[in-house]
T-cell receptor, first 110, second 115 residues
Framework: SQQGEEDPQALSIQEGENATMNCSYK?????LQWYRQNSGRGLVHLIL?????REKHSGRLRVTLDTSKKSSSLLITASRAADTASYFC??????????FGEGTQLTVNP | EAGVAQSPRYKIIEKRQSVAFWCNPI?????LYWYQQILGQGPKLLIQ????????DSQLPKDRFSAERLKGVDSTLKIQPAKLEDSAVYLC?????????????FGSGTRLTVV
């Protein structure tokens, strides 16, 4: 069963704009992770937020977590054409089991 | 630090044939995962190893899929016999539990096409 469910499925923006992707999950998690996947490649870890954290920053990335709503958001500020990729959230449960959603396809137009 | 190595990169087989994929995780990573990613979907966990023991194989179709991790390092995933719906990218990942902030490291995957 899928743990994460991303919204929107696809997002197209202009370079320099901010991109926001949302994720909802079903069961209790230890942490939530965001990954990027370029076409034909494996997933690349972006950021991890623990269940007792509410917000985390890393460079141009900002992640929030609301455990009461079982939801998370990923904000990419000042987007670049190189940010074009699919983005997946994954909830990690006890036993280090990471389950992903279907992803958001982000297109950043130059 | 070398990444997660997978081979082959691509494989085309006919249905009912068998196929095997190989994965070499990052040195020292005790946990190894195999994921199946069908085109347009998110990765789906097939099996999780901790060292050379299976932690979770609840999503592995055991009538046709098998996996092993001898000596707690390299791993192989086998499909026998393959079906058309097995066409997907098979991703291997590894992680180091003492540094969860680093997340999982994925290989580039093996793209399988069953015709």
């Amino acid at each position: 069963s899928q743990q994460g469910e991303e919204d929107p499925q696809a997002l197209s923006i202009q370079e320099g704009e901010n991109a926001t992707m949302n994720c909802s999950y079903k069961t209790s998690i230890n942490n939530l992770q965001w990954y990027r996947q370029n076409s034909g490649r494996g997933l690349v870890h972006l950021i991890l937020i623990r269940s007792n954290e509410r917000e985390k920053h890393s460079g141009r990335l900002r992640v929030t977590l609301d455990t009461s709503k079982k939801s998370s958001s990923l904000l990419i500020t000042a987007s670049r054409a190189a940010d074009t990729a699919s983005y997946f959230c994954g909830g990690e449960t006890s036993g280090s089991r990471l389950t992903f959603g279907e992803g958001t396809q982000l297109t950043v137009n130059p | 630090e070398a990444g997660v190595a997978q081979s082959p990169r691509y494989k085309i087989i006919e249905k009912r044939q068998s196929v095997a994929f190989w994965c070499n995780p990052i040195s020292g990573h005790a946990t190894l995962y195999w994921y199946q990613q069908i085109l347009g979907q998110g990765p789906k966990l097939l099996i999780q190893f901790q060292n050379n023991g299976v932690v979770d194989d609840s999503q592995l179709p055991k009538d046709r899929f098998s996996a092993e991790r001898l000596k707690g390092v390299d791993s192989t995933l086998k499909i026998q016999p393959a079906k058309l719906e097995d066409s997907a990218v098979y991703l291997c990942a590894s992680s180091l539990e003492v540094y969860p902030e680093m997340g999982y490291t994925f290989g580039s995957g093996t793209r399988l096409t069953v015709v």
